[in-house]
Nanobody, 124 residues
Framework: QVQLAESGGGLVQAGGSLRLSCAAS????????MGWYRQAPGKERELVAT????????YYADSVKSRFSISRVNAKNTVYLQMNSLKPEDTAVYYC?????????????????WGQGTQVTVSS
């Protein structure tokens, strides 16, 4: 069993920054790809970024490319999402998820564990 706990969300003005953290406990996650998703009210959950087991391969949604950065510290069982130049349209609940294998995943159905989510609200 794996537990994922997100933290770092909050209220920020447009143009500001936040860093989300996702701490994993239970079974190791160092051999697993991880992803960050978000879901805004009335919208489907969408992939924000994903990172492979080593951190050498990453992928970003076009809407966040050059503004967000995903990283991981396997020794700390933690994955991060650095969010800069935030926009009101980034407002959503952000979830981290663990993939069952080492390679990046793009489909939400291919992740096997999810956190409870952390709210990010960007005011204009």
């Amino acid at each position: 069993q794996v537990q994922l706990a997100e933290s770092g969300g909050g209220l920020v003005q447009a143009g500001g920054s936040l860093r989300l953290s996702c701490a994993a406990s239970g079974r190791t996650f160092s051999n697993n790809a991880m992803g960050w998703y978000r879901q805004a009210p009335g919208k489907e959950r969408e992939l924000v970024a994903t990172i492979n087991w080593s951190g050498e391969s990453t992928y970003y949604a076009d809407s966040v490319k050059s503004r967000f950065s995903i990283s991981r510290v396997n020794a700390k069982n933690t994955v991060y999402l650095q969010m800069n130049s935030l926009k009101p349209e980034d407002t959503a609940v952000y979830y981290c998820a663990r993939a069952p294998g080492p390679s990046v995943r793009f489909n939400a159905n291919s992740y096997d564990y999810w956190g409870q989510g952390t709210q990010v609200t960007v005011s204009s």
